[in-house]
């Protein structure tokens, strides 16, 4: 297989791919993780996720990895850019 730096092409290709087609992945997660990487997106911490959704910041920590699990990323910025499409105004 191709190797593009540590990426075989195929897995850097399906990441360009989810990346480049924003909104799609919604529906691989609940409802409640979805709230979850709102909060992100809308710039909070761990600490105050936890808060606004009256969980632990463990249990904030454990969404965000099942997130990145589902939707293959490793970032909260890529699991945000992988579920919410682009605002007109960027």
């Known amino acids: 297989m191709t190797r593009v730096g540590t990426w075989p092409v195929a897995r850097a290709g399906a990441v360009a791919r ?10 691989l997660l609940t409802d409640r993780q979805l709230d ?12 105050q996720t936890a808060r606004r959704l009256a969980i632990s ?27 919410f499409p682009p605002r007109p105004d960027w």
Do not use: F, K
Request: net charge positive.
């Open 18 to 27: 989810r990346l480049l087609s924003p909104g799609r992945d919604q529906a």
């Open 36 to 47: 979850l990487l709102r909060q992100v997106a809308a710039g909070l911490d761990n600490r």
């Open 57 to 83: 910041e463990a249990t904030v920590r454990t969404h965000l990895q099942n997130i990145y699990s589902r939707l293959d990323v490793s970032s909260r910025t890529a699991a945000i850019a992988a579920v």
